[in-house]
């Protein structure tokens, strides 16, 4: 996780394994106690660039033990499928899930990396039959490969997110069926589940790809839905309680601040209280 190591500045995240799990998640290390909170999700529920997470931050708010398996750009994939968060789900009796975006999991056009879902790994031949002309060994990111496969052609880029939205609500079902606690789902991000996708090449800001109608089907399977929409980036990069190294200044300024994950706990406490 080399985001933990660059330069002074960079913020020790205490990386930490549980049994069973070649994932590293952020530190210090927790116990597995009955009763406890789970929260699973992406960057923003790790808390990259932010000394105290929305979880640290739930947990004194409700006065219950809340553990923190997020991971940064975590997919679906991964939550469904770590033998370390299955462990850690035995023991929850309540689970927030920050909504993932659908472009970080396989599907039936191209492979990610088990545990780092932004990774491609590779395309399958029905990809590259709609793609004959893309040269899939140029792309290591899902979201890099997307914005190109946008740029070529917005008809065919509208069937992989097709087939992206329906891999995602039916994994996201088989999550949410597995899981016997009450669930959370929690939304962070600069935009509204109701926004239309952005014009040209750009994808937009994650959970990519997933809506109003996306999120309303799982409201059956859950006990509550927050939405917590961030304000437009005006944050200054050094605001207090970030922290980030040399060159991170600009992925510092793209996500949650303090101020935001406060807010983000206090909307959570209101549901688990």
Known sequence: ?????????????????????????????????????????????????????FPDRLARRIGRP??????????????????????????????????????????RFFTVHPRRNDRFVKASTMMRTIYREVDFTEFHFTRHMLSALKARSEDRFAVVVEELRA?????????????????????????????????????GDDPLFVDQAMLSALEPMVSSVTICCLPPDQRAPRERGMMHGRGEEQAARLMPGPSDHDRVSALLAARLS
């Open 167 to 203: 891999a995602w609500s039916a994994r996201m079902g088989l999550l949410l069926s597995r899981i016997d606690v009450p669930v959370h789902l929690l939304w962070v991000s600069r935009r509204a589940p109701t926004d239309g996708p952005p014009p040209g090449a750009e994808l």
């Open 1 to 53: 996780m080399s985001f933990a190591r660059v330069g002074p500045e960079a913020l020790d995240y205490k990386p930490c394994r549980y049994e069973g799990s070649a994932m590293t998640f952020r530190g210090p290390k927790a116990r597995f106690e009955e009763g406890m909170v789970l929260c699973l999700g992406g960057s923003e529920t790790f808390g990259k660039f932010v000394t105290d997470p």
């Open 66 to 107: 809340v553990v923190n398996m997020g991971a940064v750009n975590a997919g679906v994939d991964l939550i469904l499928h770590d033998e370390a968060i299955k462990a850690a789900l035995a023991k929850a009796s309540a689970v927030v899930l920050q909504v993932p975006g659908a472009a970080n999991l396989s599907n």
